[in-house]
């Protein structure tokens, strides 16, 4: 079956420390988004990237890393400059060309 | 600046009960308006894609249509499990640029 698989679907790390999130994709798409979601808002883009080794800052990327090495694979790092980190992180991936985005199950990250 | 507005934030319907969603938009060179249907604690799961004013597109006992300010989305006679927040997307072109916004959605709950 295709999809997206984020893992983990919980997270708990301690204020100061990095972590990183994995996406991976087997639908072949050739773009893939980091989103994030909080409650009352609605979904921000922190990363995007339309092919492998490049990607593209979104609205909100202070506080965030990302690499394509692969096209499978799109993992974000939370760093410890990001404010406010606590949040559901949603992946996605899509075809190019304006093609709706196909969506993971979300990580929750907890900061403390 | 795009913007997104779903209403109502939240809807509360008996089963059976039909009623509609709303997401009214402003952007600059509409390139596609998407709903999504989101369960708690997962990714959300697209629906449909819109592209032009006075289309339509069904599945089940959802509708979306489309105009040049807003979309519907036409919720017939509809059982618990469409229990579920509503998303709405709208992606504009600006001088090649393009962009995906999100409404903060609408938190739909059939009362059986």
């Known amino acids: 079956d295709g999809g997206i698989t984020q893992s983990p679907k919980y997270l708990f790390r301690k204020e100061g420390q990095n972590v990183t999130l994995s996406c991976e994709q087997n639908?072949?798409?050739?773009?893939m988004y980091w989103y994030r979601q909080d409650p009352g808002q609605g979904l921000r883009l922190i990363y995007y990237?339309?092919?492998?080794?490049?990607?593209q800052k979104g609205d909100i990327a202070e506080g965030y890393s990302v690499s394509r090495e692969k096209k499978e694979s799109f993992p974000l790092t939370v760093t410890s400059a990001q404010k406010n980190p606590t949040a559901f992180y949603l992946c996605?991936?899509?075809?190019?060309?304006?093609?709706?985005?196909?969506f993971g199950n979300g990580t929750r990250l907890t900061v403390t | 600046e795009d913007q997104v507005t779903q209403s109502p934030e939240a809807l509360r319907l008996q089963e059976g009960e039909s009623s509609s969603l709303n997401c009214s938009y402003t952007?600059?060179?509409?390139?596609?308006l998407f709903w999504y249907r989101q369960d708690p604690g997962k990714g959300p799961e697209f629906l449909f894609t819109?592209?032009?004013a006075g289309e339509e597109k069904e599945k089940e006992r959802l509708k979306a249509t489309l105009t040049k300010k807003e979309s519907f989305l036409h919720i017939t006679a509809p059982k618990p499990e469409d229990s579920a927040t509503y998303l709405c997307?709208?992606?504009?072109?600006?001088?090649?640029?393009?962009?995906?916004?999100f409404g903060t959605g609408t938190r739909l709950t059939i009362i059986p």
């Open positions: 996605a991936s899509s075809w190019q060309g304006g093609s709706p985005l196909h």
């Open positions: 639908l072949n798409h050739d773009a």
């Open positions: 990237s339309q092919i492998v080794n490049d990607f």
């Open positions: 952007v600059s060179g509409l390139r596609g």
């Open positions: 819109l592209y032009s």
């Open positions: 997307a709208v992606r504009s072109s600006n001088f090649g640029n393009e962009k995906l916004t």
